[in-house]
């Protein structure tokens, strides 16, 4: 087992597993009895929409640590950071007291568009040295660590010369961040580019991971997507444990966003993976 | 940034700008060595173009069944080129649907009060998340913070309220002063036509009148004033002290 070197350098902690805060359960999470550890927030939700965000952001943040997990801070792209984004998001990390924030590696932004999806960078030495000095920015803007999350991506860049792995690493060793690992992007990349998901987690700087996501994806004849709208499949649960063999315990979020047909059903997810984590722990 | 890293980003935005067969090709022809299959390149086009629809669909429920399915995807289609995602948060882009709406009317045959609903809906979200919180307890009566004003040339209120039944006719034409507001502990959107008793309560938390002042100056009943600045604070127009 790995020792999870950057967690333990910024004191982190795993924190057990949480769930996201959406939409639909801004009434029903910050009441809930069920067990939960912690709770994660898509900072875009916040930054500038008052009213019920607000309030269920807060009542969360009186019960348990909230993470917040952004979708538009455009590491890779290459317009300039946006300043009122990054402003704001630095001010909504303190005001939750978030022991870390994350992002996707990949870029979300061109000439001033949000294009509110995460659009894949071609794996190359040219990306890893745009992409470094902002994460270097963003981490001394924010003042917090920060994680990287591995995307799903349907197609290779053009250019590439690095494999996936190797260009992870590179990113997040020269920018000392650490690394989200979705274990179901992992598989959903494994089955839509032919590799191996095991050799592809082997590879990867596993003593930087600080988080794991876990979610359902939607398989169409010739393509997986990742769409965030089922449940954890049991090829995704057994990679799981296979990470957490090497990391040791990891703070874990079950992602569900599409389809979701309770916030019951939501966190009976997180029961199995806070039941595997005991189970990882025992061993 | 590499030149070879400007050229895929600048590639990336003619093809993500105006997804289709034709910018597809032209992007490949940029990539000469690309062996990436075009159906999965095309997901992503298609993608990033249905977040803008399914924003605008979210926001503007009414009016997409106003205009018919047809003139609605063409109308959204030709919107999207505009480029209206210039904010992180994506249901900013309805902001400036309600100007394109207008500006299509006669060109597009919409009907008549197309834009003055899409001035209604937009303004009913932007009420839903303002950042104007209200303040709690209040030390007079206040205006609510969030409160949006529209005047409008057909009656929506109504139309709105009444929704389903006669849907086929529009709303009537007609001056319309609506007032917009989230109720401070519900925080959902309220809406009214501003009545003559809307009005009057408004200007008493504005200016800082009493009941009594106003029941002196009009020789309205104080008790009608008062059960007026009551039933509105109950709806959260106006904020009162606790009695
Ligand atoms: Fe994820």
């Known amino acids: 087992m790995v020792a999870t070197t950057y967690a333990r350098r910024h004191g982190l902690s795993p924190l057990g597993v949480g769930i996201g805060l959406r939409r639909s359960f801004y009434e029903e999470l910050p009441r809930t009895q069920r067990t939960l550890d912690w709770v994660e927030i898509i900072p875009e939700n916040f930054l500038s929409l008052g009213g019920r965000s607000q309030r269920a952001l807060d009542a969360c943040a009186e019960r348990w640590p909230v993470l917040p997990h952004g979708v538009g801070l455009d590491i890779g792209g290459p317009d300039a950071l946006d300043e009122d984004y990054v402003t704001g998001l630095a001010a909504l990390v303190k005001r939750v007291d978030a022991p870390f924030f994350s992002d996707h590696l990949c870029y979300s932004r061109l000439g001033g568009v949000y294009l509110h999806d995460l659009l894949p960078l071609p794996f190359t030495e040219a990306v890893v040295e745009h992409v470094v000095p902002r994460v270097r920015e963003v981490v001394a803007r924010v003042g917090r660590p920060f994680l990287l999350e591995n995307p799903s991506y349907y197609a290779n860049m053009p250019g590439g010369t690095l494999s996936e792995a190797d260009f992870l690493r590179h990113v997040v060793e020269e920018a000392d961040c650490g690394l989200l690992l979705d274990v179901n992007n992992v598989y959903v990349n494994a089955r839509n580019h032919g590799y191996d998901a095991r050799s592809f987690v082997d590879a990867l700087p596993l003593e930087r991971v600080v988080q794991i996501h876990l979610a359902g994806h939607t398989t169409y004849p010739d393509v997986i997507i990742d769409t965030h709208g089922d449940r954890v499949c049991d090829d995704v649960w057994s990679l799981y444990r296979y990470v957490l063999a090497r990391t040791g315990p990891v703070s874990t979020l079950i992602e569900w966003d599409q389809d979701i047909p309770s916030m019951a059903a939501v966190l009976d997810e997180a029961d199995l993976a806070r039941a595997a984590l005991r189970e990882g722990a025992g061993r | 940034m590499k030149p070879s890293l400007k050229h895929f980003f600048d590639s990336m935005g003619s093809y993500l700008a105006r997804p289709g067969g034709e910018s597809l090709e032209r992007l490949y022809t ?23 629809r399914t924003a605008l669909e979210k926001l503007f429920p009414l009016l997409r069944g106003a205009v018919g399915a047809e003139a609605w995807l063409a109308l959204v289609e030709d919107f999207t080129l505009t480029r209206p995602a210039r904010h992180h948060e994506v249901n900013r882009v309805g902001e400036g649907f309600p100007a394109f709406v207008a500006d299509a009317v006669s060109s597009r045959g919409l009907p008549p009060y197309a834009p003055a609903l899409a001035r209604f809906e937009w303004s009913d979200f932007a009420v839903f998340v303002s950042q104007a919180e209200a303040p709690a307890p209040v030390e007079r009566l206040t205006p609510n913070p969030t409160l949006v004003v529209l005047e409008q040339p057909f009656r929506i209120c109504a139309w709105v309220r009444a929704r389903g039944q006669g849907a086929a006719r529009g709303p009537e034409a007609g001056d319309e002063l609506a007032l917009l507001w989230r109720h401070p502990e519900r925080l959902v959107t309220y809406y009214q036509e501003a009545t003559p008793a809307a009005l009057l309560v408004l200007k008493m938390a504005v200016e800082g009148l ?25 709806e959260g127009l106006v904020l009162a002290p606790l009695a």
Request: aromatic share 6%; no cysteine; glycine share 6%.
């Open chain 2, 30 to 52: 940029a990539h000469p060595e690309w062996r990436a299959p075009s159906s999965r390149v095309s997901i992503y086009g298609d993608f990033v173009r249905g977040h803008v």
């Open chain 2, 210 to 234: 009493s009941a009594s002042d106003v029941a002196t100056a009009t020789g309205m009943p104080e008790a009608d004033i008062l059960e007026s600045v009551a039933r509105l604070s109950r």
